[in-house]
């Protein structure tokens, strides 16, 4: 049995309960366990949900509500794509990160960007309907956003998309502000 299978049987037997990525990792036996969610959600129509969905659950908190799958199969043309980027300036929608930065948890690994429908699971035609995500925030990595804390993700955009000389600027007013 291959870790997608091992998976969505751990989701339907463990229905409504809330299961931790350190659970899903032993079960799925890889690492890649987010990947293969990834692949039950977007392939085979289960609405697994997360943080992103339901803001009482944790970042690496997964919920099955449903049993049954929706499958949706969302084919986003590249012109859709494209223009899902430029509408979303090139940076991540929830943390503001840009493709070839640096992975937030390890140095090793550069970002990319996914467009994906603003619902997880949900499919639309709709360019109002897909938003722009790195691949850090997509695996579930948000070391400083949580969903629900809206105000913080705007500030925290705005600061992302300020120049580069601006935000070391604002990083050390701030220190001078909190350490000095």
Known sequence: MGSRDLLRHYFLTHLGQVIDTDTLAEVAGTRAYARRIRDLRNEEGYRILTSRDRPDLRPGQYLLEDPTPRPTKLTISLTKRNRALEAGKYRCSRCGLTAGEEHPSDARKRLSLHVVPAIAGEASNSDDD????????????QPAVRAGDDEFIDLWRTVREAPRELQLRLLEALEVTFRG
């Open 130 to 141: 897909l938003i722009v995500l790195c691949s850090a925030c997509t695996a579930g990595f």
